[in-house]
């Protein structure tokens, strides 16, 4: 079964940095693009960006180039979102998902979501 | 940057059928997608590459494409069926992926 499991919730202080995870299982991480979308409360699914976990090729939306940053670990089949300081308007729901370019095209499965809170 | 319209909203009485656009000026060009995202839950790949529907997707959600619009169709809505959309596409250069704002469908 192809399972895309995300870390768990975190609270953080603006100015604080932080990376969530999504460790994948059920196939090869490699061969698979993994996405991040982010979900502020109340409001709509905004795509982030998409890393390639075979060699890394990352691409980012305009909205979030240099906000933050989309990684992997091949070794251990994990895909990472970081913020180095984080703002209170990072508060949302961050969803990971395997977005099959080569395949559907669309994102086909999904991890269920860490939830960041940013507050003094 | 890119950007995906669709309507806020959509009400239907079940057993009717729901149409829900989404209008983009790469659309074309691009493929598009549909999610299904109900409260609480992870959204859900419903229609891809305009008008394929993915394994375990019921008969009843379909897409089609028309110029710069493309088209979420649920026909014989359920009550299951109340749920946010999502359309989903690519800017014109392939660049990155952008998703529609969402269309809230209430099934009255």
């Known amino acids: 079964e192809v399972q895309l499991v995300q870390s768990g919730a975190e609270v953080k202080e603006p100015g604080d940095s932080l990376r969530i995870s999504c460790k994948v299982s059920?196939?090869?991480?490699?061969?698979?693009?993994i996405g991040w979308v982010r979900q502020m409360p109340g409001k709509g699914l905004e795509w982030m960006g998409i890393?390639?976990?075979?060699?890394?090729?990352?691409r980012y939306s305009p909205s979030f180039q240099g906000q933050v940053t989309i990684s992997a670990d091949k070794s251990i089949s994990t895909a990472y979102l970081q913020w180095s300081s984080l703002k209170a308007s990072d508060t949302a729901m961050y969803y990971c998902?395997?977005?099959?370019?080569?395949?559907?095209?669309?994102?086909?499965?999904w991890g269920k979501g860490t939830t960041v809170t940013v507050s003094s | 940057s890119y950007e995906l319209t669709q309507p806020p909203s959509v009400s239907v009485s079940p057993g009717q059928t729901a149409r829900i656009t989404c209008s983009g000026d790469?659309?074309?060009?691009?493929?598009s997608y549909w999610y299904q995202q109900t409260p609480g839950q992870a959204p859900v790949l419903v229609i891809y590459?305009?008008?394929e529907r993915p394994s375990g997707i019921p008969a009843r959600f379909s897409g089609s494409s028309s110029g710069t619009t493309v088209t979420l169709t649920i026909s014989g809505v359920q009550a299951e069926d109340e749920a946010d959309y999502y359309c989903?596409?690519?800017?014109?250069?392939?660049?990155?992926?952008?998703f529609g704002g969402g269309t809230k469908l209430t099934v009255l």
């Open positions: 998902a395997r977005q099959d370019l080569a395949g559907s095209g669309g994102m086909d499965v």
């Open positions: 059920g196939y090869t991480f490699i061969n698979y693009w």
């Open positions: 989903q596409s690519v800017d014109s250069n392939a660049t990155y992926r952008v």
């Open positions: 790469a659309l074309p060009k691009q493929y």
């Open positions: 590459k305009d008008t």
């Open positions: 890393i390639y976990p075979g060699d890394s090729d990352t």
